[in-house]
């Protein structure tokens, strides 16, 4: 924890404001993000936590505020430009491509990776034939460590809840994202589902070393995992730090009142 | 038998890929196109000559397919830009005096270019609003059919020269028929290596999730335009083979009728599918004229009431058209992969 402050800044949101109307979704909100450290956004229901990841991704162009990814300002860039950079996601509602097989939703990770284009496609010529293999062993990889061998071949629209969440987050891998932000990712999962994934989260942190901003309820996971985090309210940081330092904020735990507010906490 | 492909034994991953799964399959297709090319020895010539519009219709619906079917932009304007390579390459032909091996790939790249042009509101428009930004181009186009008399002859139409090697002529049933059906042969070929390459996977996905496509790096405008363009290549080449398989080309074919036709072929055989774009025209293309057969029987045994039932005929086209989607909505290809699934267990049916 201590070497996380050393590490060199990845991600600058600086005084983000992001308006829907009379909403005011996101407020002055800024936080700096290291490189390889696990980021959590906590806070409660409508806060504001998915519509900053929607910032930081480029679904959503805050009326004021700027981000940097890297160094370089990304506030203007599409979504795919961003990608192309390596912030890849996975989404709170599951947004998979239904009609295609688990290994062409991953593979369709690799667009920004591939070179051939429509006429070597078409005719599907030695070096897109190469191409496409190298590039299969890539994402055959990102399978066997997520451990969905037995599905590859099948329909994601058919899949239950649980493995469509890993075949997203497959997808967000085959980028070779240098940061990965993930809506919720388990959300209504079983104890065993979320064991996996918190096991999954770690390694793609630690092994693969991409920084994670991760934004989940289950307040025993993040607490566990998180080098940082920022805690939102109404749009608004009310608390940032530590795990330790942030249950300890009184500001925080007066957001989250009552008996809850400890079991929220973790503590 | 089938006992050969019970059990999954591939070796690589280059095995795995291969569109043509086993031998069991390799063999049959095989076949069939050794069957495709002694198919006019052996028929006459109206069969020869219905193949060749089934060859025409392949190619076109391949292109719809491309645009809506596998990039989920719905399209009425297939039709008319089947008359835009048609008079593009008879154009090139008679007053560019090219040869039509470098006439009909030129027709091909002006229809796309075409397409795209009109593909652009795809840029702001989704479903069904671009679809009738699409059904604009349609009537445009059918306009400029109508009035550029220079290149399309009007109202009368222009004639449409045969292509030539040397001092040979594509201007018999069989002929043509063999032209035609290479072309659709390697239409086939490039779209399923199209859809399981990049590109093709970037349009399906924009079909299936725009919103996650770019999230993932795909460039959405580029693609929805890429598709248009790629669909009227298809409708434009098809066109120019329509130029010659007729001789004569006139505004009158490339109606909105065409533009539906077309999407009906795709529906009934199977949207974002390549083998039900090939279902899909050889229904739409053989189930008007065995009805004309039908109904024409019919009217002659009874005679008194023939004419009724020849003004049955598109009443009763249409009706089993409906009848189709309602009971097969997914297309005739769904149904193929359920019958193959069946047989590949048989006798065990689960
Ligand atoms: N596209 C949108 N249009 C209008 N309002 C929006 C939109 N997206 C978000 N909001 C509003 O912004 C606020 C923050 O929403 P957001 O989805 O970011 O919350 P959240 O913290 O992710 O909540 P949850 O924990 O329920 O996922 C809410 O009031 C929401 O209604
Ligand atoms: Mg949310």
Redesign the pocket.
Known sequence: MTESSERTVQLEVENINLRFGGVMALDGLGFTVRKGEIFSIIGPNGAG??SMLNCISGRYHPQRGSISFEGQDVTRLTPAARARLGIARTF?NIALFKGMSVLDNILIGRHTHLKSGLFRGGFYLGPCRKEEIEHRRFVEDIVDFLEIEHIRKRVVGTLAYGLQKRVELARALALDPKLILL??PMAGMNLEETEDMVRFILDINQERGITVIL?EHDMGVVMDISDRLVVLNFGEKIGEGTPEEVQQNPEVVKAYLGGEASVFLGR | MSVAHCGDFRQSYKDDMKVLETRFVRVSVGAFLVLLYVFPLFMSNYATSTMTTIGIAVIGALGINIVTGFTGQISLGQGAFMGVGAFACSYFMRILHMPFWIAMPAAGLTTAAVGMVFGLPSARLKGLYLAIATLAAQFILQYLFIHMEAVTGGSNGIPSPPPEIGSFAFDGDRSKYYLTITIAVLAVLFTTNLVRSRDGRAFIAVRDHYLSAEIMGIHLFKYRLLSFAVSAFYAGVAGSLWGMYTGYISAEHFTIAESINYLAMIIIGGLGSVLGSIFGAIFMTLLPQALTVGTGALAQTFPKIGFLIMSFKDGVFGLIVILFLIFEPDGLAHRWRQIKAYWKLFPFSY
């Open positions: 936590k998915t709170q809506d919720e934004v």
